[in-house]
Structures are given as structure tokens and as C-alpha cells.
T-cell receptor, first 110, second 114 residues
């Protein structure tokens, strides 16, 4: 079983709509959580950290549910530029080793 | 801005060749990483280095070795390339564990072994 699992998508979203997707993790001792964004043929870049109480960064909202071991990302008012693959990332030990999900592809259409 | 560069964007090698992939970061980061990324599998950690001349195996070290002689440079070596090592290789760096966990990635090297 993979340590971090994501729905690969694609999620096809009309411009201006809201899209949300989850990621599940298997290690209950996981300490920190992140969303990275990866554009086509580009390197991953940190989008946002995920805090226990949930957090927003502009149109992006991240939530953590430790009891059910999943995190979520919601994108409001989707823009064409939001088209990318979103990687769920979990820190699994005190040293900071990261486990990456395979990514969820989002395609925003005009 | 942190900059992580990799020696090649695309590389084609023959089975059995020794392959060197180089990564350089310019922000005095202590920790450096090598990943490979394959469709449906995500990024998998090959090796990492928490300081100069230090190296640790990641999740899939078989068939690879690394070298870190200088702080800014981390090299990945495929001793005898095989077709199952065809992949996208990504290097990353991080300031230091316990201080900041964000990893900064290079643009990647797409390696094809024929």
C-alpha cells in the first residue's frame, strides 16, 4: 500500500468553478503536511503547508483530518493558470523525510 | 531566490554505461536529495545528503550511488545503466532539517536508457 494516495484525476473544472480533492496517508505518526504544485514538464513547487486547524491562502483552502488520515485542497474561482498537478506531501519523521503522492491533475477549461 | 540547477534536461544513454547526473544549488543549503519520478508512482527518494561528504540511502537506492564533495554540489551516479532506470530525475535542496522543511527542486533530467 502506498504511504500517500491521491485520485489521479483529471478533474476537469470550468473557469470560475470550485474544485476539491483529497489525499489519504497511511502513517498515523505523520507530522506535517504540504501541497506542492507541478506544472506540465516543470519541477514541483511548494503551494502551501497544511495546518491542523485548516488554512487559506487566497483562493486555496487546505484541511487536515487526523482521525481519518486525509488532507484536502479546495480551489475557489478556478483560473486557467490553476491547471497543474497537485502533489500531496507528508513529512513522516523528525528528520523531515517527505513522502509524495503521485498527484491529482486539475484541468481548468474556458 | 533559491536556484537549483541540473546538468542536463535530457539525456540518452546505452545499457551498461556509467551515467553522472549533477545538481548544484546556490543558497548554501545543507540538505540535498535525489528523486526519480515515474507516472503513477510519484516522487521516490533515491539518496539524500544532510551535509558535505554525508549520504544516506532513500527508499530505492539499488543501482545508484551519490557523491557530495562540496556543499553546493550533489551528484547521482548510475554505475551501469539499465532500461528500468529510464525516468525523470529530480534534485532538491533544503536549508536544514528542524529549521525549514520546504524543498526546492531543480528542473529535472529526463534520462532514457536504450
Amino acid at each position: 500500500r502506498k504511504e500517500v494516495e491521491q485520485d489521479p484525476g483529471p478533474f476537469n473544472v470550468p473557469e470560475g468553478a470550485t474544485v476539491a480533492f483529497n489525499c489519504t496517508y497511511s502513517n498515523s505518526a505523520s507530522q506535517s503536511f504540504f501541497w506542492y504544485r507541478q506544472d506540465c514538464r516543470k519541477e514541483p513547487k511548494l503551494l502551501m503547508s497544511v495546518y491542523s486547524s485548516g488554512n487559506e491562502d487566497g483562493r486555496f483552502t487546505a484541511q487536515l483530518n487526523r482521525a481519518s488520515q486525509y488532507i484536502s485542497l479546495l480551489i475557489r474561482d478556478s483560473k486557467l493558470s490553476d491547471s497543474a498537478t497537485y502533489l500531496c506531501v507528508v513529512k513522516t519523521d523528525s528528520w523531515g523525510k517527505l513522502q509524495f503522492g503521485a498527484g491529482t491533475q486539475v484541468v481548468v477549461t474556458p | 531566490d533559491v536556484k537549483v540547477t541540473q546538468s542536463s534536461r535530457y539525456l540518452v544513454k546505452r545499457t551498461g554505461e556509467k551515467v553522472f547526473l549533477e545538481c548544484v544549488q546556490d543558497m548554501d543549503h545543507e540538505n540535498m536529495f535525489w528523486y526519480r519520478q515515474d507516472p503513477g508512482l510519484g516522487l521516490r527518494l533515491i539518496y539524500f545528503s544532510y551535509d558535505v561528504k554525508m549520504k544516506e540511502k532513500g527508499d530505492i537506492p539499488e543501482g545508484y550511488s551519490v557523491s557530495r564533495e562540496k556543499k553546493e554540489r550533489f551528484s547521482l551516479i548510475l554505475e551501469s545503466a539499465s532500461t528500468n532506470q529510464t525516468s525523470m530525475y529530480l534534485c532538491a535542496s533544503r536549508l536544514r532539517a528542524g529549521v525549514a522543511y520546504e524543498q526546492y527542486f531543480g528542473p529535472g533530467t529526463r534520462l532514457t536508457v536504450t
